[in-house]
């Protein structure tokens, strides 16, 4: 869970969502799917909920690493670089 936390933190947009520290998927997918959320929050939250379970049907919607790389900053993709140069899964 440790890791989950770091990886949820290494993205700027993720520093006060709901559920990241100290790590609790179920408070951090609500986040996801609610109101409050940019896009760019959202695509971020997917991603990250995509390492704890991809085959899990999350209600924020699925991760989609194209529309993600269209809505990121240079802050946001260089963390999701960092992750994808070493990966590993929950």
């Given at each position: ?86 990966p590993w899964w929950a």
């Amino acid at each position: 869970m440790q890791k989950m936390e770091a990886l949820a933190l290494s993205f700027p947009s993720l520093g006060r969502a709901w559920g990241v520290s100290p790590w609790n998927v179920d408070e951090f997918a609500e986040w996801a799917a609610g109101p409050a959320p940019s896009s760019g929050m959202r695509c971020t939250a997917r991603f990250v909920l995509s390492v704890w379970n991809p085959y899990h049907e999350w209600a924020c919607g699925p991760f989609d690493l194209t529309e993600a790389l269209r809505c990121w900053d240079d802050d946001h993709r260089a963390a999701f670089i960092a992750w994808a140069r070493a990966p590993w899964w929950a």
